[in-house]
């Protein structure tokens, strides 16, 4: 089929946006299509992607209200009456067409130390004690649920989902040695400012149960009197959960 892709521009100083008329099959993913215009169309195109395989996590954009990952997501599961409109992924800084600064992100997951403690002694692990993470293992770092987050657009401080996606991770290994100081961690990183909203579970290409593995930690930390939460949620918003 014959379509129009639409693609936010950015050169620095100016947004716009650009068309391409393309032919696509009912196959080519949304990648394909804007490779496919680098190489035959406009060579200054500039956009991220690497694995083209949904591993790498480099190639997240923004489709109207939706962000996917270009490579796993075909053009006509989004064209509208032939017309596809590409956006750089959003609550980051552009820094040129669909690539934007990942830095922000990438750095605030070491407030998250989203890495494994070891511990003195490693205790043996078993099939059902990675079933515990297994889905948070499959973070691919691609951000989707960051820029799909309404409490960066608040201005607070807030860790991200990523962030506690990290954290549940290692909180739930056995053998991490940080254990509970984990909580402490999703604590710091203002776990109560979520909304619980859900758009970073409905988002994750990895189908992370993202929003839960923040409700379980905040849960957890409540419990034992490590988080506390009278600090203000989301400009008053109040959740179903109660908080
Ligand atoms: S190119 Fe690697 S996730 Fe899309």
Not at 90 to 100: A, E, M, Q, R, Y
Not at 124 to 144: A, N, R, S
Not at 164 to 176: E, L, M
Request: with cysteine; charged share 30%.
């Amino acid at each position: 089929m014959e379509i129009k892709l639409r693609v936010k521009r950015y050169n620095g100083k100016d947004q716009y946006f650009d068309q391409f008329d393309l032919q696509v099959e009912d196959r080519t993913t949304i990648l394909e299509a804007l490779m496919y215009v680098k190489d035959y169309q406009d060579s200054s195109l500039s956009f991220r992607a690497q694995c083209r395989s949904a591993i790498c996590g480099t190639c997240a954009v923004k489709i109207g209200e939706h962000h996917v990952l270009a490579c796993k997501t075909k053009v006509k599961q989004f064209a509208q009456d032939g017309v596809l409109t590409v956006e750089p992924a959003g609550n980051l800084p552009v820094i040129k067409d669909l690539v934007t600064d990942q830095d922000i992100f990438l750095l605030k997951l070491k407030d998250a130390k989203a890495w494994f403690v070891p511990p003195e002694k490693f205790e043996p692990v078993y099939p059902d004690d990675l079933k515990l993470y297994e889905k948070e293992t499959d973070c691919i770092l691609c951000g989707i649920c960051y820029s799909v987050c309404p409490v960066f657009q608040t201005g607070q401080e807030f860790g991200g989902p990523v962030n506690f996606v990290k954290i549940y991770r290692f909180w739930k290994d056995k053998n991490d040695a940080l254990k509970d100081q984990r909580i402490v961690i999703a604590d710091k990183n203002r776990i109560t400012a979520c909304v619980h909203c859900k758009y970073c579970s409905f988002s994750c290409p990895k189908e992370i149960p993202v929003e839960q593995d923040i409700f379980k930690l905040r849960f957890f930390g409540k419990q034992k009197g490590i988080i506390k939460e009278e600090q203000e949620g989301f400009g008053g918003f109040s959740t179903p959960f109660g908080f």
